[in-house]
């Protein structure tokens, strides 16, 4: 019997949503995927309203830390957590898709 391992590669880092959407989040981003995470974020910050943080948090199930790190460009949200905050939050976020000149 012969057993082979795949030797695991780690991923590449990619940059940050903040990295390809220089200006964030108050200036629009070159970068259509940029523009889409600053768009995203800008969604959640609407959302929030007056709210805490951690109030948003208890009520989505979702890390203050990782809202926290959304909010700021720090972190791509994965797919999870953008179901969990639409669902908590009661609202859409995603953005759609933004237009091209």
Do not use: C, Q
Request: proline share 10%.
């Amino acid at each position: 019997m012969v057993v082979l391992y795949a030797r695991i590669m780690a991923r590449p880092p990619r940059p940050s949503p903040r990295e390809v959407a220089p200006g964030w989040p108050d200036v629009e981003a070159v970068d259509p995927v940029g523009e889409v995470a600053r768009l995203f974020a800008r969604n959640v910050a609407d959302a929030i309203g007056d709210r805490s943080v951690r109030a948003v948090a208890k009520d989505t199930g979702v890390d203050h830390t990782t809202i926290l790190s959304l909010l700021a460009g720090r972190a791509w949200p994965d797919l999870a957590t953008i179901a969990k905050l639409e669902l908590g939050l009661g609202v859409d976020l995603w953005p759609g898709r933004p237009t091209r000149d």
